[in-house]
């Protein structure tokens, strides 16, 4: 049904190209919106013909007995998915309106379906908001739950992965939630924000996560904020665990400015004592003894599995320059890199030095 206030607009816009009254008239006959104030609310016979008949109706000046409560001009029939929701009147002679009359239907008809198309979305959204809070807070899926699931314009289909992204500047306020709007719209995908600087993605089975990774990729390179990536959740009722961990690889996204999955980071939870003395001693003895150089050297000699020859290549530098190196670190902190016991620890101690406090 038309609003008062969309029919107002209508009103406006129009108004403003052309050099005729307009009229917009509810299915009861109703003038909600007029050029001519007076005429608000007051009941328009030929508008009602138009609602029955879903045919153009055009009323003549000698027609007044007929349309007690109408002027002379052409009524038509505003319809949005082949339905008609309300009507449209041109003040004048019929004859010289022919030629605008449709254009100005066409218009019309076009508001309609923006407006439309835009409330249908605002209500989308803000289901899904209300929904992906709700199972953050609960593990049970009500009837209610189940309720709103079945709203949404998709089906939810799991495995399920949950995402954030945090705002790190107010200076990209709004832009991320625009582009991200831009980025998943008409996407099986529900998003929106937790809080002023949160925002969420739930990806579920339809939307690929690395083909999702490498888009979002975009935003995170765009705007340079966190974003992190929960492990699958078979179940939409786990949601709340998949938030926790979502969360957790959030917080490592900070240091390393790029998307961190729970995956990568899943070890962490074992590690999350980084307070203790015996962590610091153990910090101490093993990554404060060694420079950013070796530090890079050793994560790269890692990434290559222990391989001398790939790991050189890599750092562009020889191979028995990278054998130097290693055979420092050995003597530096007790640990020798190429003894996969030993890399393990060194492995370790890098875990908890990155580990957020």
């Known amino acids: 049904m038309l609003s008062i206030k969309l029919a107002e607009e209508i009103v406006k816009q129009t108004s403003m190209r052309l050099h005729y009254n307009i009229n917009v008239i509810d299915l009861d006959g109703v003038i909600l919106a ?19 008949s879903k045919q153009v109706v055009m009323i003549e000046e000698n027609q007044r007995d007929k349309y007690p409560n109408c002027k002379p001009g052409i009524n038509l029939p505003l319809t949005y998915n082949e339905r008609v929701v309300g009507v449209i009147g041109i003040t004048g002679k019929p004859k010289e309106l022919e ?14 379906h923006q407006a439309f198309m835009e409330s249908e979305s605002e209500w989308q959204q803000k289901n899904s908001e209300l929904l992906v809070k709700a199972l953050l807070e609960t593990t049970t899926l009500t009837p209610t739950l189940q309720h709103r699931i079945n709203k949404l314009p998709f089906p939810l289909v799991g495995p399920f992965h949950f995402l954030l992204i945090e705002e790190t500047t107010m ?41 999702f990774i490498k888009k979002l990729s975009k935003i995170q390179q765009l705007f340079h904020v966190p974003i992190g990536i929960s492990m699958a959740i078979e179940e939409i009722s786990m949601l709340k665990k998949a938030y926790e961990a979502a969360k957790f690889a959030l917080a490592f996204s900070h240091q ?9 980071i899943e070890v962490y939870t074992l590690l999350q004592r980084k307070k203790y003395e015996q962590v610091a001693i153990f910090h101490q003895k093993t990554v404060e003894q060694l420079d950013d150089k070796l530090i890079h050297t050793l994560k790269k000699f890692f990434e290559c599995n222990l391989e001398i020859s790939t790991a050189a290549k890599e750092l562009q530098i020889h191979r028995h320059t ?19 016991e030993d890399a393990s620890i060194i492995q370790l101690a ?5 580990q957020p406090v």
């Open 34 to 52: 007029s050029g001519e104030k007076n005429r608000i609310d007051s009941l328009h016979d030929g508008a009602l013909e138009v609602v029955r």
């Open 322 to 340: 990278l054998s130097y190196r290693l055979k420092k670190v050995e003597r530096l902190i007790g640990y020798n890199p190429q003894s996969f």
């Open 171 to 211: 200076t990209a306020s709004n832009k991320i939630y625009l582009k991200l709007e831009e980025m998943l719209y008409r996407q099986p995908v529900l998003f929106g924000q937790l809080n002023l600087t949160t925002y969420y993605i739930l990806v579920g089975h339809t939307y690929p996560l690395n083909q």
């Open 256 to 264: 390393r400015q790029v998307i961190v999955t729970f995956e990568e």
């Open 99 to 112: 030629e605008i009359a449709q254009l100005v239907q066409l218009t019309t008809e076009m508001i309609i």
């Open 350 to 354: 890098f875990l908890l030095a990155e």
